[in-house]
Each structure stands twice: as C-alpha cells, then as structure tokens.
C-alpha cells in the first residue's frame, strides 16, 4: 500500500504520505524497504503517554509527529499539574496539553 502512495506523491497527486501507529522497531524494518521516507507518524501522545524515545527517533529521522488522544478524551483535566499550569497561564487544561 505505501508503494503506492508514493508513486502517487511522486506524480504529485499527494502532498504528503505518512504512517500511523509505527513504534521504532516497526519504522526500523520499515524505512530500509521504501523510497521516500514518510512525512509524519501519527500516534497516541499525551500528558501520560509521552514516548521521549519515539518521539526523538521520529526527529532525528526528520518525521514530523502528529499525536491523537492528546487531550485524554477530557480527561487531561483532572491531571494536577496540567491544572495548576492552566491556571498559572489563564488558559483551559485542553490547551496546556495541545501546547
């Protein structure tokens, strides 16, 4: 499937192709096998599911992160920190996780 959609982002059919939930061992057997290196990595990333590791291998490899479930299905509220930091800067704790 990816070998197809890099023949469509070469015809210019694409503007970006990127990959969804690869961890470094999968983008590791991954990115030998194809042409262009996909653009992001869309994953889980929150205020308690960070992934330091994944996160800098995706940079260092030039793949931009997307994260999902960053504001914990609301849940990011009810972290302490994230609230005292929503308070501090007079913003909701949504937006201190999206930041």
Known sequence: MYKGLEEAYKQGKLKAIG??????????????QVNIVPQMNQFELNPLLRRPELVKYCFDKNIQVTSYQTIMKG???????????AKK????PSQVALR
């Open 89 to 92: 800067y007079s913003v909701t």
């Open 75 to 85: 849940k990011v509220g009810e972290i302490a920190e994230i609230q005292d930091l």
């Open 19 to 32: 990959v969804s939930n690869f961890m470094i061992e999968q983008l590791e057997q991954f990115l030998p």
